[in-house]
C-alpha cells in the first residue's frame, strides 16, 4: 500500500524517467508521442519518418568530447556526390524542453539539408536530467570547435559554420550563437585551441527571452516544475538571474552573425524575437522572419510544414554563404 501511495504522490513528468546505460534520461518527447498529441487537434498533418537516401552518407555515434568516462556522440550526414569543394557545415540541435529528446528527432532535416550542398551534424548534448544549465551550451559548443579541428578530415569549411535547432534546440542554437567568447560559456570540456563562433543562426520556434511571463510564470506547482526549473534548477523568482543570464536577446553585438527566424503560430514561443530584432537592426544584422499559419509547436516534424521549413532554412543558408544564384 506504501509503494502505491509513493507512485501516486510522484510529480507526473517523472514517469518518462528511466536509466540507459547509467544516465538518467527523459524519454517524454518522442516523434511517436508528439503524433498522437497534434493530430488530434491537425488531422492532416502526418510524421515525417526516416528513411535513408543514397544521396548522403551517414556517420553516426562518433565521440567529440569525453567527459568523467561520459562519452558525447555526433552524426555526420554528407553529400554522397561531393567534390573536393569545402561544404559549410550546419550543426543541427534537437528540442525537447531541455530535458527530453534525442539527435535523432534531427537526421530527417540533417539528410534533407545535407542533399543540398551542406555537411549537417546532429548533436547529442547533456539533458537537465543529466546535467544542469548551462552543461548544454558547453556541450554545443565542444561539438562546434571538434568540428574546426576535424575540418581536413571533413572537408568543411569551418569559416561558414550554421547553427540550427527546434523549440529548446532553437534557444541553445541562438544562445550558442550570439555568446562566443564569453568565457562562462564555453566549457573546459576540450579542442579549446579553436574557437566557437558560427557565422548563421537558424531559430525554429525557440524562445530567445525567459523572462517573458509565458515561461517566467509557470512554477506555481512545486510538484509540476517547468521545463525552465529543470534545467536551471531555480524557478525564476529563485533565481531571475540565471533565468536571464540563458536569454540570447541580451548578447546581440556588432558581431551577432544572420539569424533566420522560423516559427509557429504559437505566440508563446515568439518571446523576444521582436526585441532580439530590434537589437540586431541597430547594426545592419541581416535577419529574417517566417511565421508558419495555422501551425503546432513542433511542425518541423511533420508533413506539410517540414519542406517549407527545410525551404526557408536552404534559402538563407544560401543567401548568407553567398551560394545563390
Not at 64 to 88: M, T, V
Not at 164 to 192: C, D, H, I, P, R
Request: with cysteine.
Amino acid at each position: 500500500m506504501k509503494k502505491f501511495l509513493l507512485i501516486v504522490l510522484l510529480p507526473s513528468f517523472l514517469f518518462a524517467q528511466n536509466i540507459k546505460d547509467g544516465i538518467q534520461r527523459d524519454t517524454s518527447f518522442t516523434l511517436s508521442s508528439t503524433a498522437k498529441k497534434i493530430m488530434q487537434d491537425y488531422p492532416h498533418a502526418s510524421p515525417v519518418i526516416y528513411k535513408p537516401s543514397d544521396k548522403t552518407i551517414l556517420l553516426k555515434n562518433l565521440v567529440y568530447s569525453s567527459i568523467n568516462g561520459r562519452n558525447l556522440q555526433i552524426d555526420i550526414f554528407e553529400p554522397s556526390n561531393r567534390n573536393s569543394e569545402l561544404l559549410p557545415p550546419v550543426v543541427l540541435i534537437h528540442g525537447g524542453g531541455w530535458r527530453s529528446g534525442s539527435k535523432e528527432l534531427e537526421w530527417n532535416m540533417a539528410q534533407a539539408i545535407a542533399e543540398n550542398g551542406f555537411i549537417c551534424a546532429t548533436v547529442e548534448y547533456r539533458l537537465s536530467p543529466e546535467a544542469l544549465y548551462p552543461a548544454a551550451v558547453h556541450d554545443i559548443k565542444t561539438a562546434i570547435r571538434w568540428l574546426k579541428e576535424n575540418s581536413k578530415k571533413f572537408n568543411l569549411d569551418k569559416n561558414k559554420i550554421a547553427v540550427y535547432g527546434t523549440s529548446a534546440g532553437g534557444q541553445l542554437a541562438a544562445l550558442v550563437g550570439t555568446t562566443f567568447g564569453m568565457e562562462k560559456f564555453e566549457g573546459e570540456n576540450s579542442n579549446l585551441n579553436y574557437s566557437s563562433d558560427v557565422h548563421a543562426i537558424i531559430d525554429v520556434d525557440g524562445i530567445l527571452d525567459f523572462t517573458h511571463p509565458a515561461e517566467s510564470n509557470k512554477d506555481s506547482d512545486p510538484l509540476k516544475p517547468s521545463a525552465g526549473k529543470a534545467w536551471f534548477g531555480y524557478s525564476y523568482k529563485e533565481k531571475p538571474e540565471l533565468w536571464m543570464e540563458a536569454s540570447p536577446f541580451n548578447y546581440v553585438t556588432e558581431k551577432t552573425p544572420p539569424i533566420l527566424f522560423i516559427n509557429s503560430s504559437q505566440d508563446r514561443f515568439h518571446a523576444g524575437r521582436d526585441y532580439m530584432i530590434e537589437k540586431m537592426n541597430i547594426y545592419n544584422i541581416y535577419s529574417e522572419v517566417h511565421t508558419i499559419p495555422d501551425t503546432p509547436h513542433p511542425f518541423w516534424l511533420f508533413h506539410p510544414w517540414f519542406k517549407k521549413t527545410l525551404d526557408y532554412t536552404v534559402t538563407f543558408l544560401n543567401r548568407v554563404f553567398k551560394k545563390q544564384k
